[in-house]
């Protein structure tokens, strides 16, 4: 199977997140990629290739440039006035606060603008995170080069993640929305259309939002029910999409605990929705932080499972795009990304 992989993933490396309040040490750390990328090159069942660059344009056919011209800045102006390693936001932008007004201003200094696009206090801004984010699209978008050249499979290891970053806002560890982007791409060169089944422990709030009013997108989530998981405010189960999009949207919420027989259960209603739109490629937002170790999730999957949710998604026939996402117990990370791969490719 052909994979790609970029090292330039460790300059963006956060050393704190804010949870309950207070620094703690950061899950979304260079280790992750690093320990996949690992296993992969063990397993000898991997081509890994490195990410052509794909440019702006096809970030900026999902994102708002507001978005993208702040990441690409944020870091400089930062340090322009400020020691501290990271950025985070203090004060983030609720609709309430421009209830029946205008569109807001966009502030000026680098923290306030930070509280205008980020919507937690989870993904700090560091040094290298905009030319990590960037090439984090790279991957996703060069892994769907594959497929579109004929692979049945290609695997992007995304880091970081993508799938929490609607079109004009970024968090949940993710700074550009790596799925959505590289679905829009599919569907700009083949015309054809896509479904993103997110696999990851959260709700895909931000790929739910993007593609939330069109039909050419079926987007399918197996997650953590939003009256515990984060993202909390999406998720739920009547999030069936809207306007031209009404009935492309499936959210499957799950209890605290979910083990194997349960999940498996639950893709199978997702598997069923996907069939039923019959896109032409499916793209996995594929997280690991379902396994029963993760230190941040509340699932109790075991590692041959993956096997089989891979042989599972795979049966549909449909060539596939497997995308990285979360997953936060480093030690298993490796195992269980290859174990779903080898699944879904039969071996
Ligand atoms: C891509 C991805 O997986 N992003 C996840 C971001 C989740 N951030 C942490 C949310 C707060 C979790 N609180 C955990 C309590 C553990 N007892
Ligand atoms: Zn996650």
Known sequence: MRCVESPKHRLHDPVHEVQFGVPIPAFEVPAR???????????????????????????EAVHDPGLIRFLAEAWDEWRATNEAPELFPDSVLHPALIEGMGPPHEPRSPLARAGYWCFETMTPIVAGSYEAGRAAVDVALSAADLVLGGEPIAYGLCRPPGHHSPRAAFGGYCFFNNAAIASQHLIDRSGE????????????????????????????????????AFPYFTGYEDERGAGAGEGSNLNLPLATGCDDATYLAALDRALEAIERADPSTIVVSLGMDTYRDDPICDFALTTPVYGEIGRRVAASGRPLLVLQEGGYHVPSLGENVVTWLRGAEGR
């Open 193 to 228: 259309p896509v479904a993103v089944l997110d696999l990851d422990y959260h709700h895909g709030n931000g790929t739910q939002q993007i593609f939330y009013r069109r039909s050419d997108v079926t987007y399918v989530s197996l997650h953590g029910h939003p009256d515990r």
């Open 33 to 59: 990629a690093d320990a996949i990328r690992s296993a992969l090159e063990a397993n000898g069942g991997f081509e890994l290739e490195e990410p052509a660059e794909h440019g702006l344009g096809p970030i």
